[in-house]
Structures are given as structure tokens and as C-alpha cells.
């Protein structure tokens, strides 16, 4: 009979969870020892591999790519919704939609577009979202 495999889903960038996630922390605090039992890994995306092996200790344990799938369906839906943001037609207009929480990087965005807009006064922002730190 075969032996059963252990297998962790890696669904979060560890580096930004452990910065910004105090909840994390403390899970990870139980967890760091934990990781050698398991088999192999899958992962969301790439990005999310290098912060793992880091963290983890986990250098050279295989890790499987299994890419999130968009609900498109979904995506149409929401797309056929009316908002109340109006956009400046006179202005350079960036608008970004998405979950707003802190692995996102609107706080990289937000930074870049400044120093954009420090150069180009007709720049707009816009971020078109909701989750845990959109308010």
C-alpha cells in the first residue's frame, strides 16, 4: 500500500504576511517547525515560491504551480455594475481594481504614483475595491 502524501498549500506571499499580519505571525510561530513533514508543496503563482523557501527552510522541496482560476463569469457580472466614480476625461487616468488588502502593494502603488504625479500634475489615481483594508 502506498504511503499517503502530505501536501501544504501555499496560498500567500510568507514575506508580506509575517510584515503585515499579526495573526499570521503567531501561526507561523507554530508552524516553522512543522513544514519538514510535508511531501510537497503547491503553490498559486510563482510569486509566492521564493517567500516560502525562505521562510520555510523549505530550499529544495518540490513545489507544484497550481495557478488560482478567474471566475470570468464573475468578473462579466461586475463589469455591467454602475458606480459612482466618475473619472477627470481632462487627466491621465490610472484606475486599479482589486481586492484591497495589504499584499496587493497599493501601498507600492501609492508611493510610485506620488513621485509620478510629482512630475505630472494631470496624473489620477484610482483604486476600485473591497477587503480588509479599504477603509
Request: proline share 4%.
Amino acid at each position: 500500500m502506498l504511503k499517503p502524501k502530505k501536501i501544504l498549500w501555499i496560498h500567500n506571499d510568507m514575506e508580506q504576511e509575517l510584515r503585515f499580519n499579526k495573526k499570521y505571525r503567531v501561526l507561523y510561530l507554530f508552524m516553522k517547525g512543522k513544514f519538514q513533514f510535508y511531501d510537497t508543496f503547491a503553490a498559486v503563482s510563482k510569486g509566492v515560491v521564493n517567500p516560502f523557501r525562505s521562510y520555510s527552510g523549505q530550499k529544495e522541496a518540490p513545489i507544484v504551480i497550481i495557478p488560482n482560476i478567474i471566475n470570468t463569469e464573475e468578473i462579466l457580472d461586475k463589469s455591467s455594475e454602475v458606480t459612482d466614480i466618475t473619472v477627470d476625461p481632462m487627466c491621465c487616468n490610472v484606475i486599479c481594481v482589486g481586492r484591497i488588502y495589504v499584499q496587493k502593494g497599493y501601498d507600492f502603488l501609492l508611493k510610485d504614483f506620488y513621485a509620478a504625479y510629482q512630475k505630472r500634475k494631470d496624473l489620477r489615481c484610482y483604486i476600485v475595491g473591497d477587503g480588509p483594508d479599504a477603509d
